[in-house]
Nanobody, 126 residues
């Protein structure tokens, strides 16, 4: 079982940047794909980005493509989400998630992931 802890959230003005981190512990020797999701008040949790175990394959939601970058450092058991050109509509609680094994199609649904962090708040002011 893996435990995930997010950090790096905060308040930023529109156009600014933040970098989120997700530190994994526990059975991190297993190959996990790592994803980021977000959930705004009153809305469903939505997919943001995913990266496979090797880091060679990434996939993004259209709403963040070109602005956000997902990466990972397996030596540190950490995945990152660099968020640039932030918009007020990016305001949400951001969650990282781990999925055991590899995938063919990028997993974009919450139920496709096995472990979740508790989330970190990102607020973008206009």
């Amino acid at each position: 079982q893996a435990q995930l802890v997010e950090s790096g959230g905060g308040l930023v003005q529109a156009g600014g940047s933040l970098r989120l981190s997700c530190a994994a512990s526990g059975r991190t020797s297993m190959s996990y794909a790592m994803g980021w999701f977000r959930q705004a008040p009153g809305k469903e949790r939505e997919f943001v980005a995913v990266i496979n175990w090797t880091g060679r394959s990434t996939y993004y939601a259209d709403s963040v493509k070109g602005r956000f970058t997902i990466s990972r450092d397996n030596a540190k058991d950490t995945v990152y989400l660099q968020m640039n050109s932030l918009k007020p509509e990016d305001t949400a609680v951001y969650y990282c998630a781990a999925r055991r094994g590899s995938y063919v199609s990028a997993p974009q649904k919450p139920e496709e992931y096995d472990y979740w962090g508790q989330g970190t708040q990102v607020t973008v002011s206009s």
